[in-house]
T-cell receptor
Framework: KAGVTQTPRYLIKTRGQQVTLSCSPI?????VSWYQQTPGQGLQFLFE???????NKGNFPGRFSGRQFSNSRSEMNVSTLELGDSALYLC????????????FGPGTRLTVL | AQSVTQLGSHVSVSEGALVLLRCNYS??????LFWYVQYPNQGLQLLLK??????LVKGINGFEAEFKKSETSFHLTKPSAHMSDAAEYFC???????????FGEGTQLTVNP
């Protein structure tokens, strides 16, 4: 089975721009979560989608949004980028709601200049 | 609110020595616990998980962890370190409310020849 894929792997943007990141979960997985990883704040939960519905949301401003499609693929969007948004954005998928572990993609490295 | 604390941001061992990475948690409900490993420029790989049942869990690459409720701990061990074990390790907790992982700060493991 193919793993979680994320595109693009690297991205450079300037302040004020917006960005969309994409995640394709493992086939059959219906839950997709997004995390932000930075040296200062570590790994922080952004949001989780299950069957196209946002089920959990972390403590991030409204500039961060996401969605999930009927095929379970997910996108996250960050509008009005700030320097502090520079981070590794990780997507993870799991088969269902049960906490059996999440499987992570390689991440998208976003740099905001 | 749940939390995870990893004691020691950096651990250094000699090749062939015991690896012990410490993790303590705080949770208002019985938690599900995980260890992940992250190699440079990669996503997180699930090493092992504790959900219910046996408190000693075995994972990939010879790692194991023991859930001790009385000590609120979930320490990761490996009897004999290998050079390829050098990476960052994260302990994570998930409560029964859904697929939202709370991570510790991470422990960077260095293996010396």
């Amino acid at each position: 089975k193919a793993g979680v894929t994320q595109t693009p792997r690297y991205l450079i943007k300037t302040r004020g721009q917006q960005v969309t990141l994409s995640c394709s979960p493992i086939s059959g997985h219906r839950s997709v979560s997004w995390y932000q990883q930075t040296p200062g704040q570590g790994l922080q939960f952004l949001f989780e989608y299950f069957s196209e519905t946002q089920r959990n949301k972390g403590n991030f401003p409204g500039r961060f949004s996401g969605r999930q499609f009927s095929n379970s693929r997910s996108e996250m969007n960050v509008s009005t980028l700030e320097l502090g948004d520079s981070a590794l954005y990780l997507c993870a998928s799991s088969p269902e709601a049960a906490p059996i572990g999440q499987y992570f993609g390689p991440g998208t490295r976003l740099t905001v200049l | 609110a749940q939390s995870v604390t990893q004691l020691g941001s950096h651990v250094s061992v000699s090749e062939g020595a015991l690896v012990l990475l410490r993790c303590n948690y705080s949770s208002s409900v019985p938690p599900y616990l995980f260890w992940y490993v992250q190699y440079p420029n990669q996503g997180l790989q699930l090493l092992l998980k504790y959900t219910t049942g046996a408190t000693l869990v075995k994972g990939i690459n010879g790692f194991e962890a023991e859930f001790k409720k009385s000590e609120t701990s979930f320490h990761l061990t490996k009897p004999s370190a290998h050079m390829s074990d050098a990476a960052e390790y994260f302990c994570a907790l998930e409560e029964t409310s859904g697929s939202r992982l709370t991570f510790g700060e991470g422990t960077q493991l260095t293996v010396n020849p």
